[in-house]
T-cell receptor, first 114, second 110 residues
């Protein structure tokens, strides 16, 4: 597609359940980022994929969070045993490669844990 | 760890006023971007600056990259209600992940 696509756009889940969030980056973009944003706040870095290199997971808040990127394209962010504090908008972005750092964002997935 | 601090955090002004938002770091960046985010949307790129001292203009918005490439400013002339949003600066130093600033929430009152 022309832009970064995220699904679902909204997700309501019960506390303790697992959720999967999906990101389709712009075709050809080798760098992919996941961020978390609480209401009206800045972006909290979660994880970064660059080509075939090992991902930078330094922003993942706990071992309940994990992400993978298959075939250098689609990425899935998984949150296990969700907690209410996980409620936020999860944003995915991609960029062409590390030398060109302009990032293009999806519209995000709004996760609500009840 | 690269940190980008933005100031002010919040700004509420009347339509027609001018304003400046600052983005500061102790790290040197090879490039720096400014994004605007509206409610319910992802951030949208406004501009990229790469050269120390560079100034770029986008209609009523003027972006400047510091000489040492550690800081940047965004100046808006005659603000309009359509300028309302969250402004984010972001930078990268070579083959590292993009670091985002803390954000400045701007409200322009008609």
């Amino acid at each position: 597609g022309a832009g970064v696509s995220q699904s679902p756009s909204n997700k309501v889940t019960e506390k303790g359940k697992d959720v999967e969030l999906r990101c389709d980056p712009i075709s050809g973009h080798t760098a992919l980022y996941w961020y978390r944003q609480s209401l009206g706040q800045g972006l909290e870095f979660l994880i970064y994929f660059q080509g075939n290199s090992a991902p930078d997971k330094s922003g993942l808040p706990s071992d309940r969070f994990s992400a993978e990127r298959t075939g250098g394209s689609v990425s899935t962010l998984t949150i296990q045993r969700t907690q209410q504090e996980d409620s936020a908008v999860y944003l995915c972005a991609s960029s062409l490669y590390w030398g060109r750092t302009e990032a293009f964002f999806g519209q995000g997935t709004r996760l609500t844990v009840v | 760890t690269q940190l980008l601090e933005q100031s002010p955090q919040f700004l509420s002004i009347q339509e027609g006023e001018n304003l400046t938002v600052y983005c500061n770091s102790s790290s040197v960046f090879s490039s720096l971007q400014w994004y605007r985010q509206e409610p319910g949307e992802g951030p949208v790129l406004l501009v990229t600056v790469v050269t120390g001292g560079e100034v770029k203009k986008l209609k009523r918005l003027t972006f400047q990259f510091g000489d040492a490439r550690k800081d940047s400013s965004l100046h808006i002339t005659a603000a309009q209600p359509g300028d309302t949003g969250l402004y984010l600066c972001a930078g990268s130093a070579g083959p590292q992940k993009v670091t985002f600033g803390t954000g400045t929430k701007l409200q322009v009152i008609p």
